[in-house]
């Protein structure tokens, strides 16, 4: 059974330029998580979904950051104007039900 | 305010021996602690999870102790193999919250064979 896919797994950016990262989740998994991990720390959860419902995003930044998914199956994230304080690794997970979550291998962020 | 408290930071021990690491919490609502396994360049597998009904957890050579009173967790891997050295997440989630998860900062794990 295939895992979680992310690409671009690297992506290099100059502050106010725009970026989408995807994420195609285990297939059967029902939600979708998409994670920020900055150097040497954990990952943050920004915004999950059940199916196509976004259920929390009270941690994505509103202003920069949205995040789709429209057929309840692969997921979007875009950051529509990067700053330096973005860089990081961006994971997607997914799980069945809310139990046991599964990541990706990451999209590595660098904002110059 | 962090809500997963994980110590030490770094550790190092040698090929055969236990390493031990601690996680801690704040929120009495959390009831399932899953811990994670990250090398670098991928993204962190879970390795082993307890639920907060169970005060032991066995897999093979992790083995998780919970604490509920105290609030408190910790993971040991015995006879460790230098295939072991990496980075290490205890995770916390409330059924209530619809399993959101809190990841701690992490214990970096270098196994010396």
């Known amino acids: 059974e295939a895992g979680v896919t992310q690409s671009p797994r690297y992506a290099v950016l100059q502050e106010g330029q725009a970026v989408s990262f995807w994420c195609d989740p285990i297939s059967g998994h029902d939600t979708l998580y998409w994670y920020q991990q900055p150097r040497d720390q954990g990952p943050q959860l920004l915004v999950y979904f059940r199916d196509e419902a976004v259920i929390d995003n009270s941690q994505l930044p509103s202003d920069r950051f949205s995040a789709v998914r429209p057929k309840g199956t692969n997921s979007t994230l875009k950051i529509q104007s990067a700053k330096q304080g973005d860089t990081a690794t961006y994971l997607c997970?997914?799980?069945?039900?809310?139990?046991?979550?599964?990541f990706g291998p990451g999209t590595r962020l660098t904002v110059l | 305010q962090q809500q997963v408290r994980q110590s030490p930071q770094s550790l190092t021990v040698w090929e055969g021996e236990t390493a031990i690491l601690n996680c801690s919490y704040e929120d009495s609502t959390f009831n399932y602690f899953p811990w994670y396994q990250q090398f670098p360049g991928e993204g962190p597998a879970l390795l082993i999870s307890i639920s907060s009904v169970s005060d032991k957890k066995e897999d093979g050579r992790f083995t998780i102790f919970f604490n509920k009173r105290e609030k408190k967790l910790s993971l040991h891997i015995t006879d460790s193999q230098p295939g072991d050295s990496a980075t290490y997440f205890c995770?916390?989630?409330?059924?209530?919250?619809?399993?959101?998860?809190?990841f701690g900062i992490g214990t970096r794990v270098l196994v010396r064979p």
């Open positions: 997970a997914s799980s069945f039900a809310g139990w046991e979550q599964y």
């Open positions: 995770a916390a989630s409330a059924n209530s919250a619809g399993n959101k998860l809190t």
